[in-house]
């Protein structure tokens, strides 16, 4: 008989908290406006899939799930979270923050490799957003976008990232670009 996986996380009202109490997602410090995204999308409180399958395709291709990623999986996996403001300060905020992690990861452990050597860290892929960008999630909460040969600062915190991915609510920083390939948005 296969094992039973229970899932690493609930959700007591608005705070995403793993099974031995450490804090995972604030979705208390939330905006009205991303919280009411987050809803037309489909997420409530109490929602929680299973994310192996996600995490077990993506481990098989040498990724290592960390528990924030399960965290934000579990919650917000599957879902494709629509702007509410679709002009950033310095970019056009007119695509979904896709919460599909195959369809940002799979295939691009070598970006995300680049990303770990760049950047420093232990990145997973939690979905896409802007062009189809790859979008990792880091241990500690940092996100970025990686595509087209340029890396993102999306937010130094899985909730910040939700904040610009729905609200365009600060400049977006260019962390990097490859050689040869001028930074966007210029800075």
């Known amino acids: 008989m296969a094992n039973q996986v229970a899932l690493a996380v609930v959700v007591v009202d608005y705070l995403k908290i793993s099974e031995s109490g450490d804090l995972m997602i604030r979705f208390d410090s939330l905006s009205q406006d991303t919280l009411r995204a987050l809803d037309a999308a489909g997420w409530g409180v109490n929602r929680a899939v299973d994310p192996k399958q996600w995490v077990e395709?993506?481990?098989?291709?040498?990724?290592?799930?960390?528990?924030?990623a399960t965290a934000v999986l579990s919650a917000l996996g599957g879902l494709s979270v629509e702007p509410i403001n679709r002009v950033g300060p310095n970019f056009a905020n007119d695509e979904p923050y896709n919460f599909d992690p195959l369809a940002g990861g799979s295939g691009q452990r070598a970006l995300a490799l680049e990303v770990e050597t760049v950047l420093g860290g232990q990145y997973f892929p939690i979905g896409e957003w802007l062009s189809y960008s790859s979008v990792f999630l880091e241990a500690r909460g940092r996100v970025v976008a990686a595509g087209m040969g340029w890396f993102w600062e999306v937010g130094p915190s899985f909730e910040e990232s939700l904040e610009?991915?729905?609200?365009?609510?600060?400049?977006?920083?260019?962390?990097?670009?490859?050689?040869?390939?001028a930074p966007w948005p210029p800075a």
Do not use: M
Not at 57 to 68: D, I, N, T
Not at 164 to 181: M, Q, T
């Open 164 to 181: 610009l991915a729905v609200c365009a609510n600060r400049p977006l920083l260019c962390l990097y670009s490859d050689p040869g390939v």
């Open 57 to 68: 395709p993506l481990e098989s291709e040498g990724y290592r799930v960390h528990p924030l």
